[in-house]
């Protein structure tokens, strides 16, 4: 009559969050990517594998994006989930010795762990919020602090004031400090 | 001072010692001023690096409409495409292919259900939605839970117990224990069915239907602690200790064991709300000085006297 779905080996794996469609994972995509990949720097240096687990971990949550359960706390599911496959992968590859103390045990978070993801998620904040400074802020702020040119090499690069640099760096300072707050 | 002055000056290298000071303060204030100021890469950070999201979510993007399906999926996408037998709704078809499902973990959830009933689940319990809800609304239920659920007489809400055996409602609230061999129902309002392999059980308010020896046995309600795992609520009114400590066992997950006194005679009126164990059995001690020995979720009665 009806299939019967034995509820104690279904979705042992399943993890929940609120993704209704394409956009909504995007955004979480978005705003997680960067952290997920920065928090297993600290399993190993190398990018393509980093990457490669980052990814896999998205393409789980947007299979299991329909289970309910832990709707309200996507930031612990992602982050154990990316450590859970760290771990996976160490184990495949025997190389139990180098990277064996990288993360705590437990498949929970660690309160080390959980302020590393805390602080991540922040950086990628103000990451983010840099590109949203106006065009000349930004280019005046990205010339200074990336590219490590004085305020004097700036007003003469862009031909503008000195005063006005100075305008556009405590501009922009306000600005992300603002985007912050929010 | 302003502080984006202090930052400013900072970036030319031009602060005084009282400003760097301020800033230090300033930084201690919250870990998002840190975070700030690592990002603004004047605090050393653990090397922050952007990778190339762009890309990233191009190639996440494609194994999405690909990678993730089983070939069991891929069947099923088949059988139902060919039903349909309309290639335009092919790809909403398949999207209502799995269903929610909810879980509760260590503590009490309540969740509302697409059809707007509503659910405490005890704890350890799962829903499985099985069907669309548009025609008839199926679950798979394993654990405890409490529901609400919305009235809608031309589709019945059916709750699966196994192969065989189903609960059916069009609008109710009830209470139901299945797990296992385990079957508990108790009916709060309204009218429920249970479709049993011997027959149909109708109830109603305050009727109840346990499983027991493997059939089921219906009786008039009239332990008024059932809901206790939701409310946090425990009520004893003139209650045999026997009585007492067995719902005690069941709410607090513990083992008691009275076998060295005698609890004849013994009864006890009070209500307990959300209360710890340690508080519940303090009044025990000072009622009947009661001397207990407690490890782990065992509770060894030594002594105990009722007047």
């Known amino acids: ?172 300072i306000k600005k992300l400090r603002e985007l912050l707050a929010n | 001072m302003n502080i984006d002055k202090i930052i400013l000056k900072i970036f030319r290298k031009s602060e005084s010692l009282e400003e760097l000071e301020m ?88 969740y509302v259900l697409q059809d707007n009933s509503t659910v405490w689940m005890n704890s350890n319990s799962t829903i499985a939605q099985i069907s669309d809800f548009k025609k008839q609304r199926l679950i798979e239920f394993s654990g405890e839970a409490y529901f609400d659920v919305s009235h809608q007489e031309s589709n019945p809400f059916m709750i699966n117990i196994n192969e065989q055996e189903f609960v059916r409602v069009v609008g109710t609230s009830f209470n139901l224990k299945s797990k296992g061999n385990d079957f508990d129902l108790v009916v709060y309002s309204g009218k429920v069915e249970l479709h049993s392999k011997s027959g149909i059980i109708e109830l109603e308010k305050d009727q109840r239907v346990s499983r027991v020896n493997g059939s089921y046995v219906k009786f008039s309600n009239v332990d008024i602690n059932t809901l206790s795992w939701k409310t946090g609520e425990l009520v004893f009114e003139n209650v045999s200790l026997e009585k007492a400590f067995e719902t005690l066992e069941d709410h607090y997950n513990v083992d008691i064991d009275y076998s060295a006194i005698s609890l004849y005679n013994c009864v006890w009126r009070t209500r307990i709300s959300n209360q710890e164990l340690g508080a519940v059995l303090n009044e025990l001690e000072e009622l009947f000085s009661m001397k207990y020995i407690k490890e782990d979720n065992q509770i060894q009665i030594e002594e105990l006297h009722c007047d």
Not at chain 1, 112 to 117: P, R, V, Y
Request: charged content about 25%; overall charge neutral; glycine content about 2%.
């Open chain 2, 23 to 110: 800033l230090e303060q300033w930084k201690k204030e919250s870990g998002d001023n840190l975070a700030f100021m690592q990002a603004l890469n004047l605090e050393k950070s653990d090397s922050y690096k952007e990778f190339d999201k762009e890309k990233a979510w191009s190639t996440v993007d494609q194994k999405m409409s690909v990678g993730s399906l089983s070939y069991l999926r891929y069947a099923a996408m088949l059988l139902i495409a060919i039903a349909a037998a309309a290639a335009s709704h092919f790809y909403s078809k398949s999207e209502d292919l799995t269903f929610p499902v909810y879980k509760s973990m260590d503590k009490v959830e309540h």
């Open chain 1, 1 to 172: 009559m009806y299939a019967f779905i034995n509820l104690d080996t279904v979705n042992k794996d399943f993890h929940q969050v609120h993704i209704r469609n394409k956009t909504e994972f995007k955004a979480v995509f978005n705003q997680y990517y960067n952290p997920l990949c920065n928090f297993l720097m600290k399993y190993t240096n190398d990018d393509i594998l980093i990457e490669d687990i980052v990814q896999d971990v998205f393409l789980g949550l947007w299979k299991n994006r329909k289970d309910h359960t832990i709707s309200s706390d996507i930031k612990s599911y992602l982050f154990q989930a990316v450590k859970h496959k760290a771990f996976e992968h160490s184990r495949s590859r025997k190389s139990y010795e180098k990277h064996l103390n990288a993360f705590s045990e437990s498949t929970q978070l660690s309160a080390d762990e959980d302020e590393l993801a805390n602080r991540l998620l922040k950086l990628e904040k103000i990451y983010q919020s840099l590109r949203h400074l106006p065009p000349k802020c930004r280019e005046v702020f990205e010339l200074h602090k990336y590219n490590g040119l004085t305020y004097a090499e700036i007003a003469q690069t862009l031909g503008i004031s000195e005063k006005t640099v100075e305008g556009h760096m405590l501009k922009a």
